[in-house]
């Protein structure tokens, strides 16, 4: 796939990242979801948090900010296949929705998804100092950022892997393994299958490698996301094979 289909299909690439301003607001996304049901456009989103302050904010701005950043993570628009695909998804596992939506909001945010890889290093139970997070986002380009926008994005990277579970500490922070749903995996198959990958390859890809489960979780919670109908999944020895009949690749 390239990255223009990529694109269309809802992937962001670049430096920036919607991180830079906020982490990924699990609450007021639960609570906007929890308002529509699956045929919501995106409309309808933007009427509920900005004209009828659905998410309670102080002023007319932070509701036009919250919104905007919002769609940054998740668009919103069912016309979008990674949103489409996610909504569809979200109300099938109550505990899937917070790393449900923080997969969503890594295939959208360069700056969030450069940050896997810090998580991933860390070991159960590990610390991650707030300053390891700045030192990697500056690693590149020391002059790029601001220290104290260094503090600030690491504060709402942090804070969002915290919300996923992955990180557990309000002041300090320590690596903790969550526990998947085969929703979870199910969407980690499809953002491979997105990037054009097929069979065991979409097993070592990045999207289930940030779910950090070891291979046989993976094949278990494929196998039930297929009787559940998410997905096809055929397994004999080593051999695998997942397809996805009830979705299109709009971008393909």
């Not at 260094?150 to 690596?175: D, E, P």
Request: aromatic residues 10%; charged residues 25%; hydrophobic residues 40%.
């Amino acid at each position: 796939m390239s990255q223009e289909q990529l694109l269309q299909l809802g992937f962001k690439f670049g430096k920036n990242g919607a991180h830079s301003a906020r982490s990924m607001m699990i609450e007021e996304l639960k609570h906007l979801l929890l308002s529509r049901d699956k045929s919501a456009i995106k409309s309808d989103y933007e009427d509920d948090i900005i004209n009828f302050n659905l998410l309670h904010k102080p002023t007319e701005k932070s509701r036009k900010l919250t919104y905007r950043h919002l769609v940054d993570l998740y668009s919103l628009d069912t016309q979008v296949t990674l949103f489409n695909v996610f909504r569809k998804w979200w109300e099938l596992d109550e505990n899937a929705q917070a790393i449900l939506a923080l997969q969503l909001a890594v295939a959208r945010d360069p700056l969030l998804r450069s940050s896997t890889e810090v998580i991933l290093q860390l070991e159960p139970g590990e610390r991650l100092a707030r300053e390891t997070m700045e030192a990697f986002l500056a690693k590149d380009d020391p002059e790029r950022f601001s220290p104290a926008s260094l503090k600030s994005f690491s504060q709402n990277i942090n804070g969002t892997w915290t919300q996923a579970g992955f990180l557990i500490g309000k002041a300090k922070k320590y690596r903790e393994i969550p526990k998947m749903s085969y929703v979870n995996v199910a969407y980690a198959l499809f953002l491979g299958h997105c990037h054009g990958l097929s069979g065991q390859r979409l097993f070592d890809s990045f999207w289930c490698q940030m779910l950090d489960q070891d291979k046989e979780t993976l094949y278990n919670l494929a196998y039930r996301a297929s009787l559940r109908g998410l997905l096809n999944f055929k397994q004999a020895s080593d051999i695998v094979e997942v397809t996805f009949p009830h979705f299109e690749l709009s971008g393909a």
